[in-house]
C-alpha cells in the first residue's frame, strides 16, 4: 500500500495533480461560511448548473481550454444573479432556478445533439461528478488552476475585513461608509472562479459541497469568524488530501471521494460540538 | 450650514405615507431626540437619513462636508443569524471599517480605538465571547461599542437602552450625554421621555401632529403638554 502511493508520489504529474487539488480544496472553503450565512449558497448551487451549461457548449464547439469559455460565463451569471438576488427576494430565487435548470437542460441538449463523442455518458458524467480520476486534468488546466486558486486566496485575504463586515451586518456597513455594493460584487466574481475551480476537481453537482461542508464543519466547533475561516480552511485541504489519496490507491471517483470524506469530517466536528457545547452549558 | 438639513421629506414604503412634510435640522453639537409612538415612523426616518431606504419626496442635505463614514448607528434591531460565528472584538472592530477606506487591514489606531470603547461600554471582558451567546444587554453594548467606533461626527442611536438595567442605562445616557459634550452630535430614538427632557437640546415629535424645536419650545407646545400628560397618566396607572 505504502510503496504503491510512493511509487504514485514520485511522479511529477501525480505531485501537480496534488498540488492543484490542495490549492482549489483550499480556496472553496474561505468563502463557505459568507455563502452559508448570506444566503448564497443557492448562488452557488445555480451556478454550477450554469458552469455545467457553459461546460457542454465548450465541448461541442471543441475549445482547447474550455476554462477561456466557462469562466466569463459563470463570472457574468454570478454578477446578474447577484444583483437580481439583492433587489427582489422571491423573483431572484425563481429566477436562479430557471436560469440554473434551463442552462442545464440546454447543456444537455447540446452535447445529445451536436457532440462526436462517442462515449456520450461518460463525458456527462464526468461533468456532473468530475473525473475519474485528477490524474486525468489537462496540463493546462492544471496551470490555470494553480494561478487561479493563488488569485482568490490573495483577494481572500485582502477584503477579509470588508467580507466581514458586510457579511455580519450589511445595512451597518452601507450607513457607516463601506461600499457595499463593491464588495458584493468581488464576492460574486470570486464565488463565480470558487465554483468553476472546484468543478475540476468534484464535477459540477458535487462542488457545493466542496464550499459549504467544511465551513459548516467549522462552525460547529469554533465561534469566531477568524477561527471559523482557518479551521475551515485546514479542513478542506485535509479531506482533500486524503479523499485524493484514497481515490488514487483504491481507484474510487476522486470527487465522491473527496466529499464522502467533507462528509465524514462533518460528521467528526458535529459531534465535537455537541460534546464541547454539552460541557460548556 | 446646518450639519443635516431635511426639506418636505415624506416617508413611506411602497408609496404608502408613514410621515409627511417633516422639516428639521440638526447642527453640530446638538442632542436631537426623536419621540412618538410606536409604529409612528421613527426607526423609518433613521434609515432614510442613513440613505439605507429612499424618502418618497424631498430632501436631505449633508452640511459641513459630512460623509457616510463620520457616522456611527445603533439599529433598532439587529437579525443576526443564529450561527454567525464572530466574537465581541471581531465585530467591535469592524465598526472601524468605514475608516479604512479602502485599506485592506486595520491598522493599530483602529484596535486601540476598539479596544477603548469596548473599556467604555464595559464589554473588554467578553473581547473572545461569542457574540450570539450573549444577553440582549451585552449584544446591546456590544453594538454601541462599534457605533462609537465608527463615529467622529454624529451617531445615530435607535433606541439605545431597550433591554439594559436601570443601572446601565444611567450609565449609557451619562456616556451618550459625555459624548456630546465632547462634540459628537447625537441623534437619538427614545420612548424614555424624561431622560429626552433631561439631556436632549432638541425635540423632534413625530405623530398625529409634528414638532420641531428645542426642548424648552416642546415643553410649551400644545403637542409637548399632550403627549407629556399622556406619559405621565399611563406611567401613573
Ligand atoms: N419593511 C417595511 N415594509 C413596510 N412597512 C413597514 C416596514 N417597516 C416598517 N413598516 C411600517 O412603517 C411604520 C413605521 O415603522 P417604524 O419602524 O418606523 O416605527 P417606529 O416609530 O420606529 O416604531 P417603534 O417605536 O415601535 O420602534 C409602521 O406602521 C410599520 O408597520
Ligand atoms: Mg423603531
Redesign the pocket.
Known sequence: MIDKLLMYLSYPFVQNALIVGVLIALCSSLLGVTLVLKRFSFIGDGLSHVAFGAMCIAGVVGLTNDMLLILPVTIVSAVLLLRKGQRAKIKGDAAIAMISVGAMAFGYLIMNVFSTSSNLTGDVCTTLFGSMSILTLRRSTVWICAILSVVVVIIFVLFYNKIFAITFDEEFAIATGTNAERYNLVLAVIIAVIIVLGMNLVGSLLVSALVIFPALSAMRVFRSFKSVTVCSAVLSVVCAMSGMIISILTGTPVGSTIVAVDVGAFAVCYVIGWITGGARK | MALLTVKDLTLG??SRE?VSDLHFSVNAGDYLCII?E???????LMRTLLHLQSPMAGQILAGDGLKLNEIGYLP?QTIVQKDFPASVSEIVLSGCQGRCGLRPFYGKEEKKLAKENMVRMGVSNLAGRCYRELSGGQQQRVLLARALCATRKVLLLD?PVSGLDPKVTADMYELISKLNREGITIIM?S?DISAAMRYATHILHIGDSVFFGTRDEYLRSDAGRIFLSQKEGGENT
Do not use: M
Open positions: 414604503y411602497d408613514i412618538g410606536n409604529g409612528s415612523g421613527k426607526t423609518t433598532q433606541e430614538i420612548h
